[in-house]
């Protein structure tokens, strides 16, 4: 008793245990030269006992990043408290995923020995499917509870500013890798030439090889979870005022993007046709077709989003003297909104087809004909949206003086809102197909071959449905009592939760892949009279194809919180200008009770 104990700010800011601070007298926090006594994040909680008064200077703030503050002395004096809790992290996001390999090339045709045909060119091999992902996406982290405030005055009266202990709010979900892109198809061998008259015909060009498709986009993790609301406590002997006072619970995590589907792999180009021999009878090697695109993968799966914290509870009661508060809130958390679906991946194009050989001025063979172009891939379907996050529910608020009033102005019980639901993910682009082969030329007697068919282009990517929004929390019961004396509030709040918002459908990729052009015909014959044309070409393959089937369905809306909080009184509740307690579940009076109001909205309140 009598002694001084000083302690520096920044020894009680690195103390991550319990922190107990005990003074027979006073507890006097010193003006802070940057407004704030922050304490390290820990799981030790702070304690302050003083025998007669605990004071520090009005604008300064007591932060305890989520641990409990308790306070208790004959008389508090405090600027604003705020044990929030910590906010989660982000989730770790995906890697992509391995590209598959692309092909080798077919073998070109050997030439033939006497009275054989040519070896045709091998074909390509079609590249490989790529793979998903490399790793994971992981869920965000939660977020922290916040720490309790604890304020009680023995003696007579507490004084604060603004008082918070909210949740701290969910880490959003990591997103998904990108799905690997499919590898290349081999281009197809070269048909084998002849080279010797006694020889038969060349051969033909081997096919090119189909591009690999896409992989699927990777799934996103999920939101994490918002923490709840803390605690708030305050007793008090001949008074309390309070500025604004909050514990909500934290908000859900938006839950991670999906991946994008990785693009198609390219067709490999078809072969060239084998040359017959200049003055032979042998015909040319027609070219081999072109490969088709490899599609494009789906997108990867959205996450869903986190769930809200539930929300606090304050509690303030004096045995004499008044209570006059700002705004208070105790909303349950919202949840987080789900997230947005990975786009489709992007087709592989259709690959060139081979050109046919032409036959020689002194030749008797016919030309050869060009490949067909390689169909382009389709693209990918969008991925599937996920779920928004439920809300959570409110906390309750009480009020209570023995003698004296209560005047305060909104004091809000309502539940959380439920997140919205994730984006359906965008569809992918088709690819374009490859172009026909030119036809060989003519001779002599013969009119040249005629070119191939240009490949069809790509469908456009299917769309994908929206998330389903999330449900509303339940509002939280308010009791207010002063039974000798008067309660002025300017608005009160109980009602639910609203649901989360449908997620947005996505429509089919409307466009479509560009078709190939018909390769070139081979000439007319060359001779004092033309006794044949060249080749018709073929025609250009049809664009890709889009319709309504394709586009995905719109997410569903969540549903409201089920049930209004309770409003309890005991005293004059009155209002200057009107009171509504329309949104209610139900008003119970307590003892002699008046409502006095030159507006009353009861609604379908029952009061009891």
């Known amino acids: 008793p009598g002694a001084t104990f000083t302690i520096s700010e920044t020894v009680l800011e690195a103390i991550t245990g319990n922190i107990i601070l005990q003074a027979d007298e006073t507890i006097t926090i010193a003006d802070l030269s940057d407004d704030e006594l922050t304490f390290a994040p820990g799981l030790g909680s702070i304690t302050f006992t003083a025998g007669q008064s605990f004071t520090m200077n009005t604008g300064d703030t007591l932060r305890t990043q989520g641990r409990s503050l308790r306070i208790t002395a004959g008389e508090i004096i405090t600027g604003a408290i705020d044990t929030t809790g910590l906010s989660g992290t982000i989730g770790a996001a995906a890697t992509g995923g391995a590209n598959g390999g692309s092909a080798g090339s077919g073998d070109s045709g050997t030439s033939p020995g006497l009275f054989n045909n040519g070896a045709n060119g091998g074909n390509g091999a079609n590249g490989a499917a790529a793979t998903v992902v490399g790793t994971a996406a992981t869920a965000g982290v939660n977020g922290g509870r916040a720490g309790d405030i604890l304020l009680s005055a023995t003696q007579g009266t507490v004084q604060t500013g603004d008082l918070r202990a909210d949740g701290g709010a969910g880490g959003r979900g990591g997103a998904g890798g990108t799905g690997g892109t499919g590898g290349n198809g081999g281009q197809g061998g070269n048909g084998g030439n002849v080279g010797s008259a006694s020889a038969f015909n060349a051969g033909s060009g081997g096919a090119g090889g189909a591009g690999g498709p896409g992989a699927t986009g990777g799934t996103a993790g999920a939101g994490g979870v918002g923490g709840a609301g803390g605690q708030i406590q305050i007793t008090a002997v001949s008074g309390v005022s309070l500025g604004d006072v909050s514990a909500i619970g934290g908000a859900g995590g938006q839950g991670g993007a999906g991946g994008q589907g990785g693009a198609g792999g390219q067709g490999g180009t078809g072969g060239t046709g084998g040359a017959p021999d200049p003055v032979g009878i042998g015909s040319a090697g027609s070219g081999g077709a072109g490969g088709g695109g490899g599609s494009g993968g789906s997108g990867g799966l959205a996450g869903e989003g986190g769930d809200g914290g539930l929300g606090g509870t304050v509690t303030v009661t004096t045995r004499f003297g008044d209570i006059t508060t700002e705004a208070i809130q105790v909303n349950g958390g919202a949840g987080g909104t789900g997230g947005a679906a990975g786009s489709g991946g992007t087709g592989g194009n259709g690959s060139n087809g081979g050109d046919g050989s032409s036959t020689a001025v002194g030749g008797a063979g016919d030309p050869g004909f060009g490949g067909n172009g390689g169909a382009g891939g389709s693209g990918g379907q969008g991925g599937a ?224």
């Not at 073929?538 to 719109?554: E, I, P, R, Y």
Request: net charge neutral.
């Open 385 to 608: 949206a996920n779920r928004g996050g439920n809300a959570n529910n409110s906390g309750t608020i009480a009020l209570s003086t023995d003698f004296g009033n209560i005047t305060t102005a909104t004091l809000s019980t309502v539940g959380g809102s439920g997140g919205a639901g994730g984006a359906g993910g965008m569809a992918g682009t088709p690819g374009n197909g490859g172009n026909g082969g030119n036809g060989g030329n003519s001779n002599l007697i013969q009119g040249g071959a005629g070119g191939g068919a240009g490949g069809a282009g790509g469908n456009g990517g299917r769309g994908s449905q929206g998330g389903t929004g999330g449900m509303g929390g339940l509002g939280g019961n308010l009791t207010l009592s002063a039974p000798i004396g008067f309660i002025e509030a300017s608005q009160l709040l109980g009602s639910v939760g609203t649901a989360g918002s449908a997620g947005v459908a996505r429509t089919p990729n409307p466009a479509v892949g560009t078709a190939g052009t018909s390769g070139a015909n081979g000439g007319d014959a060359f001779f004092i009279v033309k006794v044949q044309s060249g080749g018709a070409g073929g025609a250009g393959g049809a664009g890709g194809v889009v319709t309504a089937a394709d586009s995905g369905a719109a997410g569903s809306l969540g549903s409201p919180g089920s049930l209004n909080g309770d409003l309890n009184l005991a005293g004059t509740l009155r209002s200057s200008t009107m009171l509504d307690l329309s949104n209610y579940n139900q008003v119970n009076l307590r003892g002699n009770t008046i409502l006095s109001t030159d507006t009353f909205v009861l609604g379908s309140t029952p009061i009891q």
